[in-house]
């Protein structure tokens, strides 16, 4: 068993929760956020919609970003003496279609194999070819049919050194902000006319898994978000609203991978021949990832524009999302509500029941500034406890993954938010470890 302890006032320790000895403790990232080296890659969407003056809060770009592409075996020691068990980190893949693109992957994979850390690659994280965008990107069907080519070569280069994979990274983010509202990348504001981009990730992903079997890869999940859905009061108007958002956010990405079927009303809407695909999208998967945050307070719509998140949500949304109150707050004006993932896994369990595989949060982290971050090591304590008290109710968790390993680049907010457990020098590019890795490297060591 692996017990986690938090040093008190008093300077002693304090045993925070005991989790199973096969754990899986690790740390995130995304090629994009990191790695750099961006003239040794075909461009993805988000340096075309980087380029676009306004587009990014502070102008910057992730051309270097962290230059992990260059600095990985640093990065990688640096996981060695943190003492986590694996690695999740994205595979590019405009990086990919580029001469040579796999090599940086084979030798970051082999580096992590000599460290003992455990690889644990993810295929989409939002950075998607430049090309295939300009042929339709995720509106269009076929880009689901080259995603699947595009694992079964990963898969084919990677796969006896790998044996845990992820296939895509979020969905419901990538097409609310990147499809529906504009504010990522590649910056479509559709509205609801979005829904397709979901379908074909969804798709996307059945089609992968069944590729990645195909080529003998086994142990295969999804990252997606999720997070409690509160009603701003018990008004039947904010009711309402508040399961609007939850079906839109929540089980539009969920039911149709573990039920294989849309909530009400949605499939209908969905383009193609909805249920021979969902046979697809419902491939079994061995684990289910969820990246957890916040819970969020939603309401009827209120006729203006609403500040959420660091995203303005328009006033023609059937929802508003509203503030809330009483909790601690992050850099990033998040609120910190560690309940919320206790709250959160036991409502999947009792949702989804055997059809829930078991779950890995990949996952879980805050933005604050500073090396001496009293506030992330305080973050990080209080989801510990949350999580174990869900494993205590009979949830079956089976890892959880910190974000991120490093300060980088936060998409739309440029280099202003700070999720790291290392600080970076966005001058010098010098790592610095913040007193959260102690923390957490002191935790994952101590034994009972």
């Given at each position: 068993?692996?017990?986690c302890?938090?040093?008190?006032?008093?300077g002693g320790t304090?045993?925070?929760?005991?989790?199973?000895?096969?754990f899986?403790w690790?740390?995130?990232?995304s090629?994009?956020?990191?790695?750099g080296?961006?003239?040794?890659?075909?461009?993805?969407?988000?340096?075309a919609?980087?380029?676009?003056?306004?587009?990014?809060?502070?102008?910057?770009?992730?051309?270097?970003?962290?230059?992990?592409?260059?600095?990985?075996?640093?990065?990688v020691?640096?996981?060695?003496?943190?003492?986590?068990?694996?690695?999740?980190?994205s595979?590019?893949?405009p990086r990919v279609?580029?001469p040579?693109?796999l090599?940086?992957?084979?030798r970051?994979?082999?580096?992590?194999?000599?460290?003992?850390?455990?690889?644990?690659?993810?295929?989409?994280?939002?950075?998607?070819?430049?090309?295939?965008?300009t042929e339709?990107?995720?509106?269009?069907?076929e880009?689901a049919?080259?995603?699947?080519e595009?694992?079964?070569?990963?898969?084919?280069?990677l796969?006896?050194r790998?044996?845990?994979?992820i296939?895509?990274?979020?969905?419901?983010?990538h097409?609310?902000?990147g499809?529906?509202?504009?504010?990522?990348?590649p910056?479509?504001?559709?509205?609801?006319d979005?829904l397709?981009?979901a379908?074909h990730?969804?798709?996307?992903?059945?089609?992968?898994?069944?590729?990645?079997r195909?080529?003998?890869?086994t142990?295969?999940?999804?990252?997606?978000s999720?997070?409690?859905?509160?009603?701003?009061s018990?008004?039947?108007?904010?009711v309402?609203?508040a399961?609007f958002y939850?079906v839109?956010?929540?089980?539009?990405?969920a039911?149709?991978?573990?039920?294989?079927?849309?909530p009400?009303g949605?499939?209908?809407?969905?383009?193609?021949?909805?249920?021979a695909?969902?046979?697809?999208i419902?491939e079994?998967?061995?684990?289910y990832g969820?990246?957890?945050y916040a819970p969020?307070?939603?309401?009827a719509?209120?006729?203006?524009?609403i500040?959420?998140?660091?995203?303005?949500l328009p006033a023609?949304l059937?929802?508003?999302?509203?503030?809330i109150e009483?909790y601690?707050?992050?850099?990033?004006?998040?609120?910190v509500?560690?309940?919320g993932?206790?709250?959160?896994l036991?409502?999947?369990?009792?949702?989804y029941?055997?059809?829930?595989?078991p779950?890995?949060?990949?996952?879980?982290?805050?933005s604050?500034?500073?090396?001496d971050?009293?506030?992330?090591?305080?973050?990080?304590?209080?989801?510990?406890?949350a999580?174990?008290?869900?494993?205590?109710?009979g949830?079956d968790?089976r890892?959880?993954?910190?974000?991120?390993?490093?300060?980088?680049?936060?998409?739309?907010e440029?280099?202003?938010r700070?999720?790291?457990?290392?600080?970076v020098?966005y001058?010098?590019?010098?790592?610095?470890?913040?007193a959260?890795?102690?923390?957490l490297?002191?935790?994952?060591r101590?034994?009972?």
């Amino acid at each position: 068993m692996i017990r986690c302890m938090a040093t008190d006032a008093r300077g002693g320790t304090n045993p925070i929760s005991q989790f199973p000895s096969d754990f899986l403790w690790g740390v995130s990232t995304s090629a994009h956020q990191i790695e750099g080296a961006a003239d040794e890659r075909e461009p993805s969407v988000w340096d075309a919609f980087t380029a676009e003056p306004g587009r990014v809060k502070d102008g910057s770009t992730a051309a270097v970003a962290c230059d992990h592409y260059h600095r990985y075996p640093e990065d990688v020691a640096l996981l060695r003496d943190l003492g986590v068990g694996a690695y999740r980190f994205s595979i590019s893949w405009p990086r990919v279609q580029s001469p040579g693109g796999l090599d940086f992957y084979d030798r970051l994979v082999d580096e992590l194999a000599t460290a003992g850390v455990r690889p644990v690659p993810t295929l989409f994280h939002w950075d998607l070819p430049l090309s295939v965008e300009t042929e339709g990107g995720w509106l269009r069907r076929e880009t689901a049919e080259r995603f699947a080519e595009y694992a079964a070569v990963v898969a084919e280069r990677l796969g006896d050194r790998i044996g845990k994979w992820i296939t895509l990274n979020e969905p419901a983010e990538h097409t609310l902000f990147g499809h529906a509202l504009g504010t990522h990348a590649p910056g479509k504001q559709l509205m609801f006319d979005a829904l397709p981009a979901a379908h074909h990730q969804l798709l996307a992903h059945g089609l992968a898994v069944r590729a990645l079997r195909a080529a003998g890869v086994t142990d295969i999940g999804i990252a997606n978000s999720h997070g409690p859905t509160w009603p701003a009061s018990d008004e039947a108007a904010d009711v309402e609203a508040a399961g609007f958002y939850d079906v839109l956010l929540n089980r539009l990405f969920a039911d149709p991978l573990l039920l294989g079927q849309y909530p009400e009303g949605l499939g209908e809407l969905m383009p193609g021949d909805v249920d021979a695909d969902l046979k697809v999208i419902a491939e079994p998967l061995d684990w289910y990832g969820i990246n957890y945050y916040a819970p969020t307070r939603v309401g009827a719509p209120q006729g203006t524009d609403i500040e959420f998140g660091g995203f303005t949500l328009p006033a023609e949304l059937p929802f508003s999302v509203r503030e809330i109150e009483g909790y601690p707050v992050t850099d990033f004006g998040w609120p910190v509500i560690p309940e919320g993932l206790t709250e959160l896994l036991t409502s999947f369990r009792d949702r989804y029941g055997d059809r829930l595989p078991p779950i890995v949060i990949t996952e879980n982290g805050c933005s604050y500034e500073g090396i001496d971050d009293q506030e992330r090591i305080a973050f990080l304590d209080g989801h510990l406890r949350a999580l174990h008290r869900a494993l205590e109710a009979g949830v079956d968790v089976r890892g959880y993954f910190v974000w991120s390993l490093l300060d980088n680049f936060e998409w739309a907010e440029g280099y202003a938010r700070r999720f790291g457990l290392v600080h970076v020098d966005y001058d010098t590019l010098e790592r610095t470890p913040k007193a959260s890795y102690g923390w957490l490297r002191d935790a994952l060591r101590t034994q009972p």
